[in-house]
């Protein structure tokens, strides 16, 4: 498989339950992001990995939880979710970070989203 | 705080126009501009990037802005096509802001065969 791929597509879940979502990229990438898309407002930055190593959390609440075990690999463990928390979780990856890069030139990858349904 | 703002919500046309559509943001301190094109239940796939520094890109049909002293750009559709049919955002990178991406809301694009 080629660009980054996202498990599971749908996710229902209800509010007591524990679930993870997945993402694995094969660009050879060593920067990852979470986001997340609600109905009816803008992206949102959620988590940014770099080399492993969580450079920035955008004041997500503690019941998302973010791991990035390799370069290539992110998951977003999911407990004790809200209703307003379902979204379309979309996963992102770039060369470097784009804190780190001060030509404007690097670019996103996008995986096609993981939708979350909080019942 | 940078916004982005993304004009028609949606739009409607039939094949074969050329169309406009709009995106503003409030603050001129930006690395960059990026369109993007999202499928329905998809992610999202770069169609250009435009540096602080360029006045438009070109790729196919697509002809992307900028004009960063106004905060506007426009992403121009040649010969419309109902393969077109899709949601697009305009997200910028602004110089403080770390990794982030602050997105418009998109506009959503019908074309009728």
């Known amino acids: 498989e080629t660009g980054v791929t996202q498990t599971p597509r749908h996710l229902v879940m209800g509010m007591t339950n524990k679930k993870s979502l997945k993402c694995e990229q094969h660009?050879?990438?060593?920067?990852m992001y979470w986001y997340k898309q609600s109905a009816k407002k803008p992206l949102e930055l959620m988590f940014v990995?770099?080399?492993?190593?969580?450079?920035e959390n955008n004041s997500v609440p503690s019941r998302f939880s973010p791991e990035c075990p390799n370069s290539s690999h992110l998951f977003l463990h999911l407990h004790t979710l809200q209703p307003e928390d379902s979204a379309l979780y979309l996963c992102?990856?770039?060369?470097?970070?784009?804190?780190?890069?001060?030509?404007?030139?690097?670019?996103?990858?996008f995986g096609a989203g993981s939708r979350l349904t909080v019942l | 705080k940078q916004e982005v703002t993304q004009i028609p919500a949606a739009l409607s046309v039939p094949e074969g126009e050329n169309l406009v559509l709009n995106c503003s943001f409030t603050d001129s301190a930006i690395y960059n501009l990026q369109w993007f094109r999202q499928d329905p239940g998809k992610g999202l796939t770069s169609l250009l990037l435009?540096?602080?520094?360029?006045r438009e890109q070109t790729s196919g049909r697509l002809n992307a802005s900028l004009d960063k002293s106004s905060g506007r750009s426009t992403l121009y559709i040649a010969a419309s096509q109902p393969g077109d049919s899709a949601t697009y955002l305009c997200?910028?990178?602004?110089?403080?802001?770390?990794?982030?991406?602050?997105f418009g809301e998109g506009t959503q694009l019908t074309v009728n065969p």
């Open positions: 660009l050879g990438h060593n920067a």
């Open positions: 997200a910028v990178r602004p110089w403080t802001s770390g990794s982030r991406l602050t």
């Open positions: 992102a990856s770039s060369q470097k970070t784009l804190g780190q890069d001060r030509s404007g030139a690097n670019v996103l990858t």
């Open positions: 435009i540096q602080s520094s360029q």
């Open positions: 990995y770099n080399f492993k190593e969580q450079t």
